[in-house]
């Protein structure tokens, strides 16, 4: 089965590490894979994103247009970046998280409002999911990674979860932090069971 | 076994299988990843390391070759400019050992750089050029590149893109060999290693003549290039190269839908771009009625259809960049591939196929500056406040700018930077300001990587041509923008062993410069004085702004000073955030925040605070 996962947000957020996790349970599930990653030049604070192809051997890099079956948004105002990407039946996952540029802290330039951005999803013929960054639960009182755990809810409410196994991306996150297993299984469980709107 | 690799990582990979002895390189995006693995595996035997600029390391690579070694050279599109006066030597030279030129190119712009097709460069130097279509062929065509290069005794280029380079796929990949010892030689050959005399030129230039038809023959024997001809001619043919033959699979999918037979295609799939496939392509144009040609960037592959075709006498037509139907502007993706065949077989494409809504339009502008900590902050903002100080409007003073993180001084807050061109440029620029007659200081910004990679001869040419100039170096000790590798002047403790940090400070007054002002950023009084002072004194004046990279700094836990807001006396004038433009500012409900993971303590913010509600402790 071909699915395309294409992943926006901002530098800083983890999106890169959501989609190795992704392209790793693919490998261990023998599914055919390409991640094509992009970060521009920031260290944070930038536009990243990446396109993560499966099930397609030797599928070229780019996703096109109106092709990808899964957007992950992790930035409001970044996930517009995706609506043009979205495949009409498709999922729009948006994890709620506002992270303002200076200009916009200042007052002095616009920010989309939440319901533009999940208008623009659903005119483009997504489905949207909602994930609210209030929900996002504490573990031994500290925030869980968003990250992990908006790829929690992308395996548990997107139809990523009936091409990869969440048993075998817990065992990808478990790899990737042997020492922090423990909190990113949380995330990453909750984000599996996460209401989402 | 079978491993998630980089384009990158795969082809450092093939070239240790098949025994690459030393490995050279300067970092740019999108090429970096490639050393940088080698330097992560640290492989037995084998040299590897980053080189002073590409130049160097083409030499360094070749001189390897001569000796019988195999060696692999890397850069970014740009490096092959830089490199280039060597390359085009030593193709006319030819090499002993197997000599690969890995360049990177950047389809679609990911590092603000001319998109540069390199392809042209193989045309020009008669050098083959190998063009993978995938992360797996990146790590098999690379030994390929090896075995031409030996059996035909010819450099060989192996070209990736972005979209490859970056990319990650699985690669079925073999645990590498230590590479075979090999004795050096010491070949005296004048009329092969030098170029003295016509004689010498003329019969070195038929010799690359000759290999560049060898090297051909080579290719197909190994049948690098894939042509399929369909059972009935007529039809449509196509000739796609590099990674847009990845994409053609797809593109029969969706074009089927369109109503197109596939099994009536014709298709010649490139992975050696050069020589020209001249014999497959006349096949190829003798069976079909229409060709479509599919690359990316320049319409290098289609001109040379387009002139076997006249020798053909081919009568069909001949779709691609010349006929406006294909752009030579940025990546593809499977729609341009459906939209040109569907042009091509004169199917109707839908208008929305492949083409979606736009919406980021109305996404928040989010330019990029430099990252919290920064050095270059300070020097940026002192530079601003030292022309105002020595009497100038900002408009009024030329700014040069140069390559790296140098180059986010143009953006805001700072506005400090008028213009990027390439490595070092910054200098020579400043000093054509100055001839052209412009009355106001003019003032040159450089990183210390590209200092020693070209901007050295520069401020040398300054130096012994008096012009007055106030160059700024802002050393970090890091090749920053590219992802932290080591350059000569970074600290000694984080050399390769053995290596030893070559100080910019000596260079500079071995070159004879008067005035020379060492400054650390974070102090932006002292640094704004020295660069005043050096706007008003003649001659060339070198301020050497110094303090390490503050990503590299923290990742070892270090923190100059914490910063704390006083709320009562902050007064929300956000003076501090207009002015540093400081990614760990934030606006509180009553007083500016501090993000406390990601201040480094540079204490810049709490310098322009004018009413100490900020401080260092």
Same mark, same amino acid.
């Given at each position: 089965m071909n699915y395309d996962v294409l992943l926006v947000g901002v530098g800083g957020q983890g999106v890169l590490t959501v989609a190795e996790l992704i392209a790793q349970a693919a490998v261990s599930q023998d599914v055919p894979v390409s991640l094509y990653p992009y970060k521009g030049m920031a260290q944070r604070g930038g536009f990243v994103k990446a396109q993560v192809r499966l099930g397609r051997d030797g599928a070229g890099p780019n996703i096109p247009e109106r092709g990808a079956d899964l957007i992950i948004g992790m930035e409001v105002s970044e996930a517009l970046k995706g609506v043009r990407f979205v495949k009409p039946g498709g999922d729009f996952l948006l994890y709620g998280h506002v992270w303002p540029p200076t200009a916009v802290m200042l007052g002095k330039a616009e920010?989309?409002?939440?319901?533009?951005?999940?208008?623009?999803?659903?005119?483009?013929?997504?489905?949207?999911?909602?994930?609210?960054?209030?929900?996002?639960?504490?573990?031994?009182?500290?925030?869980?990674?968003?990250?992990?755990?908006?790829?929690?809810?992308?395996?548990?409410?997107?139809?990523?979860?009936?091409?990869?196994n969440s048993e075998t991306v817990l065992r990808a996150i478990e790899a990737r932090w042997p020492k922090g297993a423990e909190r990113n299984r949380f995330a990453f469980q909750a984000g599996l069971g996460a209401v989402v709107g | 076994m079978k491993k998630l690799l980089t384009g990158n990582e795969a082809l450092a990979l093939g070239a240790l299988q098949a025994g690459v002895k030393v490995v050279t390189g300067y970092p740019g995006t999108p090429s970096t990843g490639a050393i940088e693995s080698l330097l992560r595996r640290q492989p037995q035997g084998v040299h590897v390391e980053w080189s002073t600029n590409e130049?160097?390391?083409?030499?360094?690579?070749?001189?390897?070759a001569w000796a019988g070694q195999r060696a692999l050279c890397t850069m970014k599109m740009s490096g092959l400019n830089v490199a280039f006066d060597s390359v085009i030597s030593i193709a006319y030279s030819g090499?002993?050992?197997?000599?690969? #030129?890995?360049?990177?190119?950047?389809?679609?712009?990911?590092?603000?750089?001319?998109?540069?097709?390199?392809?042209g460069y193989a045309l020009m130097a008669d050098l083959p050029m190998l063009d993978p279509p995938s992360v797996a062929e990146a790590y098999r065509l690379v030994q390929v590149a090896f075995e031409i290069s030996e059996r035909v005794g010819t450099p060989?280029?192996?070209?990736?893109?972005?979209?490859?380079?970056?990319?990650?796929?699985?690669?079925e990949v073999e645990e590498p060999p230590p590479p075979p010892e090999?004795?050096?030689?010491? #070949?005296?050959?004048?009329?092969?290693?030098?170029?003295?005399?016509?004689? #010498?030129?003329?019969?070195?230039?038929?010799?690359? #003549?000759?290999?560049?038809?060898?090297?051909?023959r080579v290719i197909e024997e190994m049948g690098l290039n894939r042509l399929d001809l369909a059972p009935e001619p007529g039809g449509l043919g196509i000739i796609a190269s590099g990674v847009v033959v990845s994409?053609?699979?797809?593109?029969?999918?969706?074009?089927?839908?369109?109503?197109?037979?596939?099994?009536?295609?014709?298709?010649?799939?490139?992975?050696?771009?050069?020589?020209?496939?001249?014999?497959?392509?006349?096949?190829?144009?003798?069976?079909?009625?229409?060709?479509?040609?599919?690359?990316?960037?320049?319409?290098h592959i289609e001109r040379g259809v387009h002139v076997e075709a006249r020798r053909a006498g081919f009568a069909g037509r001949i779709v691609g960049k010349l006929d406006g139907t294909l752009d030579r502007v940025g990546e593809y993706t499977v729609r341009e591939v459906v939209r040109s065949i569907a042009q091509a077989a004169g199917l109707e494409m839908p208008e929305d196929l492949l083409s979606g809504v736009a919406a980021e339009q109305w996404a928040a502008a989010r330019p990029i500056t430099v990252c919290a900590g920064c050095p270059h902050r300070g020097t940026y903002m002192a530079i601003n406040q030292a022309i105002r100080r020595a009497g100038y409007r900002k408009n009024e003073v030329m700014v040069t700018g140069d390559i790296g993180c140098t180059i986010l001084g143009m953006n805001p807050p700072f506005y400090t930077v008028w213009n990027e061109v390439s490595m070092g440029a910054s200098i020579g620029l400043a000093q054509g300001y100055v001839h052209a007659g412009v009355k106001t200081p003019v003032i040159a910004t450089i990183g210390d990587s590209t200092f020693f990679h070209a901007g050295i001869p520069a401020l040398v040419n300054a130096v012994q041509h008096q012009v007055p100039l106030t160059v700024v170096i802002m050393d970090n000790g890091w090749t920053s923008m590219t992802g932290m590798q080591v350059n000569p002047g970074t600290e000694e403790t984080f050399q390769p062993p053995g290596n030893r940090r070559v100080d910019i400070a000596r260079i500079v007054e071995g070159m004879g410069v008067e005035h020379l002002f060492v400054v650390d950023p974070f102090d932006l009084e002292a640094t704004?004085?020295?660069?005043?002072?050096?706007?008003?004194l003649p001659g060339v004046k070198v301020v050497l702004a110094r303090q390490e990279c503050a990503i590299q700094a923290m990742r070892r836990g270090i923190r100059v000073g914490t910063v704390r807001v006083i709320p009562e006396k902050c007064v929300l004038c956000k003076r501090c955030i207009l002015l540093t433009g400081c990614p760990a500012l934030d606006?509180?409900?009553?007083?500016?925040?501090?993000?406390?993971?990601?201040?480094?303590?540079?204490?810049?913010?709490?310098?322009?605070c004018k009413l100490d509600a900020l401080v260092v402790e």
């Amino acid at each position: 089965m071909n699915y395309d996962v294409l992943l926006v947000g901002v530098g800083g957020q983890g999106v890169l590490t959501v989609a190795e996790l992704i392209a790793q349970a693919a490998v261990s599930q023998d599914v055919p894979v390409s991640l094509y990653p992009y970060k521009g030049m920031a260290q944070r604070g930038g536009f990243v994103k990446a396109q993560v192809r499966l099930g397609r051997d030797g599928a070229g890099p780019n996703i096109p247009e109106r092709g990808a079956d899964l957007i992950i948004g992790m930035e409001v105002s970044e996930a517009l970046k995706g609506v043009r990407f979205v495949k009409p039946g498709g999922d729009f996952l948006l994890y709620g998280h506002v992270w303002p540029p200076t200009a916009v802290m200042l007052g002095k330039a616009e920010y989309p409002p939440l319901e533009q951005v999940l208008e623009a999803a659903r005119e483009a013929g997504a489905r949207v999911v909602y994930l609210d960054p209030a929900d996002r639960p504490a573990y031994e009182g500290q925030p869980v990674p968003a990250n992990v755990y908006v790829l929690g809810a992308a395996l548990g409410h997107t139809g990523l979860g009936k091409v990869l196994n969440s048993e075998t991306v817990l065992r990808a996150i478990e790899a990737r932090w042997p020492k922090g297993a423990e909190r990113n299984r949380f995330a990453f469980q909750a984000g599996l069971g996460a209401v989402v709107g | 076994m079978k491993k998630l690799l980089t384009g990158n990582e795969a082809l450092a990979l093939g070239a240790l299988q098949a025994g690459v002895k030393v490995v050279t390189g300067y970092p740019g995006t999108p090429s970096t990843g490639a050393i940088e693995s080698l330097l992560r595996r640290q492989p037995q035997g084998v040299h590897v390391e980053w080189s002073t600029n590409e130049k160097v390391a083409f030499d360094i690579a070749a001189g390897a070759a001569w000796a019988g070694q195999r060696a692999l050279c890397t850069m970014k599109m740009s490096g092959l400019n830089v490199a280039f006066d060597s390359v085009i030597s030593i193709a006319y030279s030819g090499c002993v050992g197997g000599l690969v #030129i890995y360049v990177a190119d950047d389809p679609g712009v990911s590092a603000g750089m001319a998109e540069q097709d390199s392809r042209g460069y193989a045309l020009m130097a008669d050098l083959p050029m190998l063009d993978p279509p995938s992360v797996a062929e990146a790590y098999r065509l690379v030994q390929v590149a090896f075995e031409i290069s030996e059996r035909v005794g010819t450099p060989v280029l192996v070209r990736l893109v972005t979209s490859l380079s970056h990319s990650k796929a699985p690669v079925e990949v073999e645990e590498p060999p230590p590479p075979p010892e090999r004795e050096p030689q010491l #070949i005296r050959d004048i009329a092969r290693f030098t170029k003295a005399g016509a004689a #010498i030129c003329m019969a070195q230039h038929r010799d690359l #003549i000759r290999r560049l038809e060898e090297a051909g023959r080579v290719i197909e024997e190994m049948g690098l290039n894939r042509l399929d001809l369909a059972p009935e001619p007529g039809g449509l043919g196509i000739i796609a190269s590099g990674v847009v033959v990845s994409y053609l699979e797809e593109a029969f999918e969706v074009a089927s839908g369109l109503g197109l037979d596939p099994g009536t295609v014709s298709v010649l799939r490139l992975s050696a771009v050069h020589p020209f496939p001249a014999d497959q392509v006349r096949r190829l144009l003798d069976h079909c009625g229409t060709v479509l040609v599919l690359e990316e960037l320049e319409p290098h592959i289609e001109r040379g259809v387009h002139v076997e075709a006249r020798r053909a006498g081919f009568a069909g037509r001949i779709v691609g960049k010349l006929d406006g139907t294909l752009d030579r502007v940025g990546e593809y993706t499977v729609r341009e591939v459906v939209r040109s065949i569907a042009q091509a077989a004169g199917l109707e494409m839908p208008e929305d196929l492949l083409s979606g809504v736009a919406a980021e339009q109305w996404a928040a502008a989010r330019p990029i500056t430099v990252c919290a900590g920064c050095p270059h902050r300070g020097t940026y903002m002192a530079i601003n406040q030292a022309i105002r100080r020595a009497g100038y409007r900002k408009n009024e003073v030329m700014v040069t700018g140069d390559i790296g993180c140098t180059i986010l001084g143009m953006n805001p807050p700072f506005y400090t930077v008028w213009n990027e061109v390439s490595m070092g440029a910054s200098i020579g620029l400043a000093q054509g300001y100055v001839h052209a007659g412009v009355k106001t200081p003019v003032i040159a910004t450089i990183g210390d990587s590209t200092f020693f990679h070209a901007g050295i001869p520069a401020l040398v040419n300054a130096v012994q041509h008096q012009v007055p100039l106030t160059v700024v170096i802002m050393d970090n000790g890091w090749t920053s923008m590219t992802g932290m590798q080591v350059n000569p002047g970074t600290e000694e403790t984080f050399q390769p062993p053995g290596n030893r940090r070559v100080d910019i400070a000596r260079i500079v007054e071995g070159m004879g410069v008067e005035h020379l002002f060492v400054v650390d950023p974070f102090d932006l009084e002292a640094t704004t004085r020295a660069i005043q002072e050096a706007l008003s004194l003649p001659g060339v004046k070198v301020v050497l702004a110094r303090q390490e990279c503050a990503i590299q700094a923290m990742r070892r836990g270090i923190r100059v000073g914490t910063v704390r807001v006083i709320p009562e006396k902050c007064v929300l004038c956000k003076r501090c955030i207009l002015l540093t433009g400081c990614p760990a500012l934030d606006l509180g409900e009553e007083a500016v925040e501090i993000d406390p993971v990601l201040c480094y303590g540079c204490g810049l913010c709490a310098q322009v605070c004018k009413l100490d509600a900020l401080v260092v402790e």
